[in-house]
């Protein structure tokens, strides 16, 4: 838990406030966070399926980060009155939004793999 008082929080308050990259940034920065919203950026899934999808994540995180991407606007969760019920995650127009500049950042990763580990 952060300690509201604490330099550590108001500096990271005020990066937030005055930096929208920042801010926008922290809105994925969690680790999991950007994995699930690429798995979600193909098609809605259901947990499980999302579960099996991102590799290593154990199912608490999983809710965990779901949860927090959902109080954020990026992820949309429906549920369907069936037996047994039907849980689906999808991106919001917000977390649509975002997806956009996912293709960029998946060219630089290629890019700068390829220049600085080349020799690796």
Known sequence: ???EESTNNQNRKEILNSCDMAYAISLIDKRWSLLILCKLVQKPKRFNELYKSVIGITERML???LKE???????????????PVKTEYELTELGKN?????????KFGIKHKKQVYAGY
């Open 98 to 106: 975002l997806s956009i500049i996912f293709y960029d950042l998946k």
């Open 69 to 83: 991407l959902e109080k954020n606007s990026l992820v949309k969760k429906s549920i369907y009155a069936e037996v």
């Open 63 to 65: 809710s965990l980060r």
């Open 1 to 3: 838990m952060i300690k």
